[in-house]
């Protein structure tokens, strides 16, 4: 088993380490929430100030073409699409995660109406994402289409002759469980069935090929491991073979052809820029670009893989030191072992007490968050993320012990870690 002395010497050997130096973190702060809200990039509030003060508050609305405003959703989108396998020009960044879902759900159903129209259901997973499964739902009822929710497992048999679309997020929130893209790519395809991607804890966490796994559509979250910021603008990815199809259910000007001609009917633009619907938030935009200009710090100290690599190690020694230390107290490990099955976070489950627990850490300065449970297939998590580029090994020693202490000490029962706020 691993001691202290040795997390400290793993960290002393990490090629990655001097990344940390990027963000701002706050002092006696053992960050394991990446996965909710990645970190503050130091460079952040400097480039933030001067979008505001030298580029709106001096160069006014000139800003637009002469600070590069307009251009941000391609820029950026050409940078995340280094971290996930998309090619220049296949991928912006715009909208929200959920806002960009219904668009791409809404462009995959058109799209396989068009050769399929027989095909009605929509096909995802019971424990996907919330706002994954209403919009699903919402888009089905309006268009007449039924949304079929299946355990993972049931997945090759739900996909039959019915199914338009399958809907999945490929790394699940709350256990961390990750799906193999490209063999379910091959087994929707083989099905009939178009794909749509979720990757907001998947982009900038794990190595994805969107292209060369064959996927058809994804999306994404720009203030998990992009460290975009707060509510940070989310992207669009569609396959070339869709491109020219993609019919954007928000036709708004910033998605037409030519939208300073201010012509009275829509015509979408070519490539990109028919996946935008209005004006972006360009100071969220500025937040998420320095968030994207971090993960590709690492490109020249091998990039995404070494970032994989010291993720697994991370994750491997939390799992490892929680059941050597923490045996005994009612914790089961619920993300999987197998790294090909795993993202970036290891969810933990009791019984009882996971908001608690969660509470007490957090006044101890270890930050992760609570995911309450539904029925004993989905019990309460007590969920940790970890960001290689800010995470050390002494971290995941120390973060341990602090879950040792408030276990032992039964700290975890005092009535001010058990009152409910309104995010967890
Ligand atoms: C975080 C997350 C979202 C967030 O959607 P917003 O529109 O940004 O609120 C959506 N889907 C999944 C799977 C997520 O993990």
């Not at 929509?122 to 919330?130: A, H, I, T, Y």
């Not at 968030?291 to 091998?302: C, F, H, I, R, S």
Request: charged share 20%.
């Amino acid at each position: 088993m691993h001691t202290l002395q040795d997390c400290q010497g793993l960290d002393a050997q990490d090629p990655l380490r001097a990344l940390r130096d990027l963000f701002t973190l706050p002092d006696g702060v053992i960050y394991l929430d990446g996965n909710s809200l990645g970190a503050m990039p130091a460079a952040a509030p400097a480039r933030i100030a001067q979008a505001t003060t030298a580029e709106w508050g001096q160069q006014l609305i000139r800003a637009w073409n002469t600070a590069g405003w307009f251009d941000m959703p391609q820029r950026i989108g050409n940078k995340i699409a280094r971290l996930v396998g998309a090619g220049a020009g296949e991928l912006v960044a715009t909208d929200g995660t959920s806002v960009n879902l219904f668009k791409v759900l809404s462009a995959a159903l058109t799209i396989a109406h068009e050769t399929s129209p027989e095909r009605r259901v929509v096909l995802s997973e019971r424990s996907n994402f919330p706002t994954d499964l209403y919009i699903a739902e919402a888009l089905c009822k309006e268009r007449g289409y039924t949304l079929r929710l299946i355990e993972p497992e049931e997945l090759v048999t739900a996909l039959d002759q019915q199914v338009a679309v399958l809907m999945l997020t490929q790394v699940n929130y709350r256990t961390g469980a990750m799906h193999p893209m490209s063999q379910v790519n091959a087994i929707a395809h083989a099905a009939g069935a178009l794909t749509v991607w979720d990757l907001a804890h998947s982009a900038g966490a794990v190595p994805v090929a969107l292209k060369a796994d064959g996927a058809d559509f994804a999306i994404g979250c720009g203030y998990k491991y992009l460290n975009g910021g707060p509510g940070a603008p989310a992207f669009v990815w569609v396959h070339p073979r869709h491109a020219e199809r993609f019919w954007q259910p928000l036709a708004g000007w910033w998605g037409h052809a030519t939208p300073f001609d201010f012509t009275p009917d829509y015509r979408p633009a070519p490539g990109t820029q028919r996946y935008l619907c209005g004006t972006q938030p360009i100071l969220s935009m500025v937040g998420l670009e320095v968030g994207v200009d971090t993960l590709l710090a690492a490109e020249p100290l091998g990039g995404m893989a070494a970032l994989r690599s010291k993720s697994l190690a991370l994750t491997d020694l939390f799992i490892e030191l929680v059941e050597a230390r923490c045996g005994g107290h009612g914790l089961s490990v619920v993300t999987p072992r197998d790294h090909a099955r795993r993202g970036s976070q290891v969810s933990l489950s009791r019984q009882d007490g996971a908001y608690a627990i969660v509470q007490a850490l957090i006044a101890r300065g270890v930050i992760g968050d609570y995911r309450k449970g539904s029925g004993p297939r989905h019990p309460d998590i007590l969920r940790f993320g970890f960001t290689p580029l800010y995470v050390g090994f002494e971290d995941v020693w120390n973060a341990v012990e602090h879950l040792r202490q408030v276990l032992l000490s039964g700290e975890w029962q005092r009535p001010e870690f058990n009152q409910a706020h309104a995010v967890t």
